[in-house]
Nanobody, 122 residues
Framework: QVQLVESGGGSVQPGGSLRLACAAS????????MGWYRQAPGKQRELVAT???????NYAGSVKGRFTISRDNAKNTVYLEMNNLKPEDTAVYYC????????????????WGQGTQVTVSS
């Protein structure tokens, strides 16, 4: 298994920026996909961005052009740089890791961090 710890959340005004970090307890090069999800009160958890071991990235349409996901393999850490934040970005942000259950089989186990609160308001 892997433990994930998020940090960097906080409260900012619209148009502001934050950088979230997710530290993993194992070599992230052994994790097939890492990413960020978010969940607002009363809403389902939704995908924000993902990054693979080959550095392929994917973004939700609502954040594309504003958020950037990256990784530092030496630090076993994945980052989410959030710029031009909007009130609708307010949510608890969760780090996610998908680890292939068996080599050669397309089934994955999901692991989650504890979440970090991001609040965007005036």
């Amino acid at each position: 298994q892997v433990q994930l710890v998020e940090s960097g959340g906080g409260s900012v005004q619209p148009g502001g920026s934050l950088r979230l970090a997710c530290a993993a307890s194992k070599d992230i090069r052994s994790i097939n996909t890492m990413g960020w999800y978010r969940q607002a009160p009363g809403k389902q958890r939704e995908l924000v961005a993902t990054i693979t071991t080959t550095s392929t990235t994917n973004y939700a349409g609502s954040v594309k052009g504003r958020f950037t996901i990256s990784r530092d393999n030496a630090k076993n850490t994945v980052y989410l740089e959030m710029n031009n934040l909007k009130p609708e970005d307010t949510a608890v942000y969760y780090c996610n890791a998908k680890i292939r259950a068996t080599v050669g089989v397309t089934t994955f186990a999901d692991y989650w961090g504890q979440g970090t609160q991001v609040t965007v308001s005036s």
